[in-house]
């Protein structure tokens, strides 16, 4: 009966409330949420209708197995990778199933989600009740507007009471990522947040063989890198021959705020303060901070001269047509997620490149975006604020659940998941790194890292930290280790990190984050182009429009709440 109340109750509310989408730019692995940090309240109407699960007592468990078997379901991403594993039942899914069933007396059952429409999928799950009893999402709004429905368990109390069962969770995400979203007044937690293992986002790779037989060295500058795009589509007779038409010296996507993050941060202001950049800061992307209008002009401009892809605001998320592209060998340059050119095995970029253009073909990483300062400024992942784990109201083992999250968070599992079995999917190296290489069948990883299984660790560990940093370049089938190395130096150097600033629910941003997502991409879109001329009206009207739909009430709200528990202060304590 509670299902189907709680699924008449969640449709009609859905009718009201759009929830955001956590675009992340092009299929990256390391994936890009939007920065939000607010934690939600649910009424009390709503939770009288859909009322959550009754706490099962930590006495049910023996050794830290129940009597009688359970039985949870988990989310799982499908990315729909050509000759990837079945994303339900691989090497990897039997491990955590066998493991689950033998340490705890809990089967489990994956419950596939296409990642790229993930939110909208999630949305129909939950307003059904047919969701699984574990979610997964990178779209903070989404579990907030669910919660104000009645939709998601409140796991304050349930973290607490079993915590001395689930010391493999805890020691991983520590307080700060269990407790990243509790609400300062009310101490409602409606999620939990994966820990990310890396934090680097955003690289700028350049072809090297271009550079080379133009001549040339790597940029170091912004002015050094526009030249190289002018030398790379005056000289494309030279780069491409017969495909000279097919030209492109710089690669972005319609996410232009996430793929172009270097540049705008370099044109931001070095002495930003922690209550400026959290008024503006619930849309990573940056569309808002003052100084991103001069940054997309400088996009503009290469546009209008013909430096930059013509038709990259045409394709959306898991669109290929940019990927294919670059890995023909026609782009000279693009910035995206630090790892995106050794991803993949034998399909990644480079190795495309060498396989379609010859065995020189190569990205590089490089660094060249100063701010006023003189530093490569950029903005890094915090450890937290990634993926949000949350139960819905229908889940009815909220304890095999919390194991389930236990089970994945021991460093055994962990390693295991993201190397899996030596002479398989990896090797061992004399120094003791692990070396990951290409894997068959049942082996296969869809995702960089095997994250969709690690939902609560994002990036490189293997169970251990020290491993991890001696194995991080050697984490990519077949890629140059010496090139991986580079990328993450470079990624992290000059590196910004971002605050947790938990000021509990922010109601603007409830039910409008999609909304605001689609208009920034058209802010930035339309903008970068605009004509020359157009360029100030164009973007003036598309921030107007932001604005007026939801943007400035968040700002609003967010600046009052910053006064409430900071006063005049421009810092975090």
Not at 288 to 314: H, I, R, S
Not at 397 to 419: C, G, M, R
Not at 443 to 449: L, T
Not at 469 to 488: F, H, K, R, T, W
Request: charged fraction near 25%; hydrophobic fraction near 35%; charge should be negative.
């Amino acid at each position: 009966m509670k299902k189907k109340v709680l699924s008449m109750f969640l449709a009609s509310a859905m009718a009201l409330s759009i929830v955001a989408c956590g675009s992340e730019g092009g299929g990256a692995t390391t994936e890009t949420p939007a920065a939000t940090t607010e934690t939600p309240a649910a009424t009390t109407e709503t939770q009288a209708e859909a009322p959550a699960a009754e706490p099962e007592t930590a006495s049910e468990l023996t050794d830290g197995k129940f009597a009688d078997t359970r039985k949870i379901t988990v989310e799982i991403y499908d990315r729909g990778n050509d000759g990837g594993s079945d994303p339900e039942n691989n090497m990897y899914t039997e491990y955590i199933k066998k493991g689950m069933l033998e340490e705890h007396n809990v089967e489990v059952t994956f419950k596939k989600v296409p990642r790229w429409t993930e939110v909208d999928d999630i949305n129909n799950l939950l307003a059904a009740g047919e969701a699984p009893d574990i979610c997964v999402t990178y779209s903070y709004p989404t579990v907030l507007t669910y919660a104000q429905m009645g939709g998601v368990i409140d796991l304050q109390d349930l973290i607490e009471q079993y915590k001395a069962d689930t010391p493999n969770l805890w020691n991983w995400l520590g307080d700060q990522n269990m407790l990243w979203d509790k609400d300062p007044k009310t101490g409602e937690v409606w999620a939990l947040e994966g820990r990310r293992a890396e934090q680097q986002r955003i690289v700028t790779f350049v072809r090297q063989d271009w550079l080379d037989a133009l001549n040339m060295k790597a940029p170091t500058t912004t002015q050094e890198f526009e030249d190289m795009l002018v030398a790379f589509r005056d000289n494309a007779d030279t780069l491409l021959g017969k495909d000279a038409s097919k030209m492109v010296p710089f690669s972005t996507s319609y996410d232009v705020g996430w793929r172009a993050s270097n540049i705008i941060t370099s044109f931001m202001d070095p002495k930003i303060t922690d209550k400026e950049y959290y008024i503006n800061g619930f849309d990573d992307r940056m569309v808002t901070e003052p100084q991103t209008k001069e940054a997309v002009k400088l996009l503009n401009k290469w546009y209008n001269d013909g430096l930059m892809w013509k038709d990259f605001a045409l394709y959306g998320s898991g669109d290929t047509t940019e990927d294919d592209m670059i890995k023909a060998g026609y782009v000279g340059a693009f910035q995206h997620n630090w790892d995106y050119v050794f991803r993949n095995g034998e399909d990644s970029i480079n190795s495309n490149l060498i396989r379609n253009v010859g065995p020189d073909a190569k990205f590089v990483p490089v660094d060249c975006f100063q701010n006023s300062d003189g530093k490569y400024a950029k903005w890094l992942y915090s450890s937290a604020g990634d993926r949000k784990l949350f139960f819905p109201t229908t889940n009815t083992e909220p304890l095999a659940s919390l194991l389930y999250l236990d089970f994945i968070s021991k460093p055994e599992t962990i390693k295991y998941l993201q190397a899996g079995e030596e002479g398989v999917t990896h090797e061992v190296l004399e120094s003791g790194a692990i070396q990951i290489i290409a894997a068959e069948g049942d082996a296969i990883q869809n995702s960089g890292k095997n994250i969709d299984y690690t939902i609560t660790c994002n990036g490189t560990y293997f169970g251990d930290q020290k491993l991890a940093d001696l194995s991080i370049a050697y984490g990519y089938a077949g890629q140059d280790p010496e090139l991986v190395s580079a990328a993450d130096k470079i990624s992290k150097a000059d590196g910004l990190e971002p605050k947790n600033v938990n000021v509990g629910v922010i109601e603007a941003e409830a039910g409008v984050g999609d909304t605001l997502s689609a208009k920034r991409d058209q802010v930035y879109d339309q903008a970068v182009v605009a004509s020359t001329a157009d360029f100030d009206a164009v973007w003036e009207a598309g921030i107007a429009d932001y604005l007026s739909a939801g943007g400035q009430a968040i700002i609003d709200e967010r600046t009052a709440k910053w006064a409430e528990y900071f006063g005049d202060a421009d810092m975090l304590p």
